[in-house]
């Protein structure tokens, strides 16, 4: 597929893997909506780097706060006239012992992994549909597949977005749109200094990394469909998930 003049909505943009993959996408001539996010300052950054590519507007907002998710998706196809792809790419993690997880955090982790996709994809799909070439992309994690000490939500979280991420992919597959799944290890960002304190750089995923594979997803537009790309870390066993 060429990407030259397709309208890209990625959430969760002003840093680490969003941030890797607005500039990837902003090489390619995609236009970007830059949705979510709670620091401004972070996105401008993003928006600075990519605007000398391609055109860059910013909906700041908090993704788990209602009333800016319903009305984000109208507002982020309004910025170029529609939406052919929708990057689920926003997220938190924790590093909490089971026993200490309150109410609020679960409801805050769930929240941002798991509904705001859920209403995201549902309130796009209009636009996708008419795109011709719709591809949503989650960012989901190894935790989808496995059970981490100390991420008992986010890994209930990946493993329910994962789980979403396949019911639209048969769902909608009848209308020509394309979902993915991207569950990496660790990459180099400051959700894994939070959530993997015990992981050195060394070895680690970057997010420019990821980016590329996000790119390959979308370009790909062939007979040869992929469902779900699983990416472990260097120094990391292959095939233990
Ligand atoms: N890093 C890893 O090892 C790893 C591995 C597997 C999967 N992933 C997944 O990859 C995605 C990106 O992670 P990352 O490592 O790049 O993390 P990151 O650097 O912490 O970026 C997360 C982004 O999500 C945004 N966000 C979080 N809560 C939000 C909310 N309530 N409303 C709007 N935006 C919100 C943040 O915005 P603010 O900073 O402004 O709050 C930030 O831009 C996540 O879904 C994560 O679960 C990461």
Redesign the pocket.
């Known amino acids: 597929m060429d990407l030259n003049g397709k309208i890209a909505v990625l ?8 941030r890797a993959v607005a500039q990837k996408l902003a090489h390619s001539g995609m236009k970007l909506v830059l949705l ?4 401004r300052e ?1 996105l401008e950054k993003t928006r600075a780097l990519v605007e000398p590519f391609a055109p860059c507007v910013l909906l700041p ?4 706060d209602l009333t800016f998710l319903a009305s984000a998706v109208e507002d982020a196809a309004k910025a170029f006239g529609g939406i052919d792809v929708l990057i689920n ?5 924790q590093s909490t012992p089971f026993e200490k997880i309150g109410i609020e955090e679960y409801d805050r982790i769930m929240a ?2 798991v509904r705001t996709p859920f209403f995201l994809m549902q309130k796009a799909l209009p636009w996708l549909k008419k795109s011709g070439s719709a591809v949503i992309l989650n ?4 935790v989808a597949h496995a059970g981490y000490p100390l991420q008992s939500v986010y890994s209930a979280s ?1 493993h329910a977005l994962l789980g979403l991420t396949k019911s639209v992919a048969r769902e909608y597959h009848k209308d020509g749109i394309r979902v993915h799944a991207i ?5 180099y ?4 200094k939070v ?2 304190p015990d992981l050195s750089p060394e070895g680690m995923i970057m ?1 420019e990394e990821i980016a590329e594979i996000v790119h390959f997803l979308l370009v790909n537009r062939g007979n040869a469909v992929i469902d779900e790309i699983l990416v472990h870390r260097v120094g990391k066993e292959p095939f233990l998930v």
Do not use: Q
């Open positions: 959430t969760g943009a002003g840093g680490g893997i969003g979510g996010g709670h620091s972070k907002g908090d993704l788990t790419n926003a997220g938190t993690a941002i992994n960012l989901a994690s190894v990946k569950s990496p290890g660790g990459v960002t400051d959700m894994v959530s993997r997010p």
